[in-house]
């Protein structure tokens, strides 16, 4: 079983920048892709960020150039550094690993309970 735990959601004034954390604990597994997803109110949840175990990743068009996905494997971390955020940035943003579990053998994916990000003009 893995549980994670997201931090640093809050307010921030448009420009400004937030970064968020999510930190994935339990033991019996090994996690290969992180990322990150968003759903604005009425809106469906999208991919905002993904990054591999080799650390390849991958962004939505609308965050390219403004946020940077990381991890750190040591601490089973990933972390979104959000920059120069807008109104259209306002969203619960939810972290999501994908792991093997050494004993069930399979792939199956975990999500976050969500933090809140909101951009004030």
């Known amino acids: 079983q893995v549980q994670l735990v997201e931090s640093g959601g809050g307010l921030v004034q448009a420009g400004g920048s937030l970064r968020l954390s999510c930190a994935a604990s339990?033991?019996?597994?090994?996690?290969?892709?992180m990322g990150w997803y968003r759903q604005a109110p009425g809106k469906q949840r999208e991919l905002v960020a993904i990054?591999?175990?080799?650390?390849?990743?991958n962004y939505a068009d609308s965050v390219k150039g403004r946020f940077t996905i990381s991890r750190d494997n040591a601490k089973n971390t990933v972390y979104l550094q959000m920059n120069s955020l807008k109104s259209e940035d306002i969203a619960v943003y939810y972290c999501?690993?994908?792991?093997?579990?050494?004993?069930?053998?399979?792939?199956?994916?975990?999500w976050g309970q969500g933090t809140q990000v909101t951009v004030s003009s």
């Open positions: 990054i591999d175990r080799g650390d390849n990743t």
């Open positions: 339990g033991s019996g597994f090994r996690i290969n892709a």
């Open positions: 999501n690993v994908d792991v093997f579990d050494y004993r069930l053998g399979t792939r199956r994916d975990y």
